[in-house]
């Protein structure tokens, strides 16, 4: 259906989606859910907008508050009962985590997550080893810095030390 | 909203219809999914084989959980409660799925306003539950809980990759998101499990009993139920014996960094060809429900 039948015009439809976009991450309020990429897409259907949102982690209790927030903010800039929907597929990876949003978390002290890139066909490997990857503190820059535990505050960070300024730091993990 | 204290708003009736999975203020796990089903299916079986991988990431995750506030030091803590949550994450939306698929999954028992991933956790009794044994045992101590995680996640990763080209398109995306989480699950075990095995000599009995303790429940997990086989030839779900290569491979390669041997015990055998998938569960099964589910029962009308 077309924005113009539903009775929203594009205009309209673009208008939510830069409301949309600008809605803030429960758990990482420096970035916004564009920064983040768990924005999938903002359309209008049947007269009212409706956003595609995908999960960061299987458990991440933040998307509830993301669909809340969304809905909340998009009827306060005259979008009422916009429908919010959930996409799993395709899997969400830091990759999709913006430059902009990637100088903002370093920025606030939260080292951002490496490039991945695809994913290399066949079973994942087993890594035994820490990850080698250099992890720059966000702090003094100094790249001598270690993990201290992979799993952090939240599902998406790791906890990590830098061996110079002696300061712990958080890590969005890259998965 | 908000309550002057956590009493109040338990009583307090409102209009929120997030009334369960305890104090989250979650709704729907799948909201907005698709909700088609492969049209070479039988409903019941699909529906009863998510609640096959949904159970044992429960059950799993309620076991893993106990551990918050009780490991040997926080960063532990925090690392078994996040995998904990991420197992949660996959048994709601494999909970959900199935009540979509087939409503008849849903127990008598439960309240019409509690949703369907809450009405399977909370309202089914111990024969309704068709998780496999292993997850259900008591934690033990933190080499056996480690034990039990690297071969559940060695296994559920091997699984989720095949999964991953499934004919229900929201298990293969269950299957994908999932995916990425168990692999940071199964190195963690692994990781722990070579730290404790090549470590003192008192770390690395210890690792060698949980090993043991852990190694009898594994059999099962190869083992096909009839609903798996029906829909693995539907090309749906994965033929559980077909993962055993790959599971034993990447075991071998943990057990050998460790310094340690494969274990020589006797598989637990199924109780008359019934076991974990059959909903015949071992005696820690009774005692995990009433206290997972103690609350939900206790106070059936409560909202959060």
Known sequence: ?175 | MSWDNAYESLTEGHDDSGHWAFGTGFADALAGVGRDIPSNVDRADLAAYCVMLGDDALVFAQRLSEWCSNAPELEEDVALANIALDLLGQARMSLTRAGEVDPAVRPAAAPVHVPDEDALAYFRDERAFRNVRMVEQERGDFAETIARLLLFSCWRLALFERLTTSGDPVLAAIAAKGLKELAYHRDHAARWTVRLGDGTEFSRERMRAGLDRVWPFLAELFTAHPVEARLAEAGVAVDPGSLRPVVDDVLDQVLAAAGLDRPEVAPLPAVAGLAGRHGVHTEPMGYLLAEMQHVARSHPQAVW
């Not at chain 1, 830069?18 to 916004?32: G, M, N, S, Y």
């Not at chain 1, 916009?82 to 990876?93: F, G, H, I, K, N």
């Not at chain 1, 087993?126 to 720059?136: H, I, K, Y």
């Open chain 1, 1 to 175: 259906m077309s924005a113009a039948s539903s009775g929203l015009s594009v205009e309209d439809v673009e208008r939510a989606r830069l409301v949309a976009e600008q809605v803030r991450d429960p758990e990482l309020p420096v970035l916004t859910l564009a920064d983040l990429g768990v924005l999938r897409g903002v359309c209008a259907e049947a007269g009212r907008v409706v956003v595609t949102i995908t999960p960061t982690y299987s458990g991440c209790p933040a998307l509830d508050e993301m669909r809340a927030d969304l809905r909340s903010r998009l009827a306060a800039e005259g979008f009422p009962d916009a429908e919010v929907r959930t996409a799993l597929s395709p899997a969400w990876t830091t990759d999709w985590i913006s430059e902009e949003g990637r100088r903002k978390l370093a920025e606030h002290g939260i080292a951002p997550p490496a490039r991945l890139g695809p994913r290399a066909a066949g079973p994942v490997p087993l890594r035994l080893d820490p990850p080698s990857a250099t992890v720059p503190c966000p702090r003094c820059g100094s790249p001598n810095t270690v993990e201290l535990s992979r799993f952090g505050a939240t599902a998406c960070k790791a906890l990590r030390r830098c061996q110079d300024c002696r300061e712990p730091f958080e890590h969005v993990k890259e998965i």
